[in-house]
């Protein structure tokens, strides 16, 4: 008699791995969606002036993913800071994630927050303008603090 045994796949490639590669590729496709002009509409920069000589510089253009060139991840300092619903999302009581890349600077400031994946109430931008407020430890490379661009998932539950 013929009996089936499932045996979980053993070796280097992890279930963690696993996510990892997939919610960067699809955090990438969904990028690589929407065009330019749509991208650059849905922008926020942050207008403080001490932080204007970081844009002159082109540190926001050419920053780079800190996994992709094995740099440390940036860390929220203030993870209690929220996103709030507005009126027409509670009226929905719209649940969802949206998706921000943030440019965060050397100095842990948000420079700039663009939304990637959006909702149809606009929470998408109220998380954008909170994130321009929030403060992180920055990333580091070889003992020096770096400018990246990093996806960040934003989740609403109502």
């Known amino acids: 008699m013929f009996r089936f ?5 053993v070796g280097k490639f992890t279930m963690k791995k696993a996510f990892v590669a ?16 749509k991208q650059d509409n849905r922008c926020r920069e942050n207008q403080r002036p001490e932080l204007q000589t970081l ?13 992709a060139i094995g740099a ?23 649940e969802g994630v949206v998706v921000l890349e ?27 303008e909170l994130y321009l407020t929030k403060k992180f430890k920055p990333s580091y490379l070889a003992g020096k603090p770096i400018t990246i661009k990093q996806f960040i998932p934003v989740r609403f539950e109502y």
């Open 5 to 9: 045994e499932h045996r979980p796949f």
């Open 22 to 37: 997939t919610t960067t590729l699809l955090l990438l496709l969904m990028v690589g969606s929407l065009p330019a002009e």
């Open 55 to 67: 844009f002159e510089s082109g540190e926001v253009q050419n920053a780079p993913n800190p996994f």
């Open 72 to 94: 440390t991840a940036p860390i929220d300092l203030t993870p209690e800071m929220r996103p709030q619903y507005n009126k027409a999302a509670l009226e929905a009581e719209y």
């Open 102 to 128: 943030l440019v965060i600077a050397r100095t842990g400031d948000v420079l700039r927050a663009c939304v990637v994946k959006g909702d149809p109430h606009g929470l998408a931008v109220n998380a954008a």
